[in-house]
């Protein structure tokens, strides 16, 4: 099993980024996918999950700015960051699971860096 993310990097407050986590060695279309953050210093935190039938939850912190969406065809999961905060600023991660909430499979993360 793989999750490779790939779209991190360094923007201004208010600018964009697109997450990819691009997974292999599971049946993608079974599997509940989230994206969490970790800042130096603080807790994991759940930013956003899809669950096989593609329905989306959010952290109250990225409601209205982030989007996580799926795609079967490429065993794909993306993350679309607008309005981006310094305060988002972490390593990204995505993992996946059988059932929402029951995440077994992590990638490596990817860092994002929003300065002000």
């Known amino acids: 099993v793989q999750l490779v993310e790939s779209g991190g990097g360094s923007v201004q407050a208010g600018g964009s980024l697109r997450l990819s986590c691009t997974t292999s060695?599971?049946?993608?279309?079974?599997?509940?996918i989230a994206w969490f953050r970790q800042a130096p210093g603080k807790k994991r935190e759940l930013v956003a999950r899809?669950?096989?039938?593609?329905?989306?939850n959010y952290a109250d912190s990225v409601k209205g700015r982030f989007t996580i969406s799926r795609d079967s065809a490429k065993n794909t999961v993306y993350m679309q960051m607008n309005s981006l905060k310094p305060e988002d600023t972490a390593v990204y991660y995505c993992?996946?699971?059988?059932?929402?909430?029951?995440?077994?499979?992590w990638g490596q993360g990817t860092q994002v860096t929003v300065s002000s």
């Open positions: 060695g599971f049946v993608f279309d079974t599997y509940a």
């Open positions: 993992a996946a699971g059988p059932r929402e909430l029951d995440y077994n499979y």
């Open positions: 899809i669950n096989f039938g593609g329905s989306t």
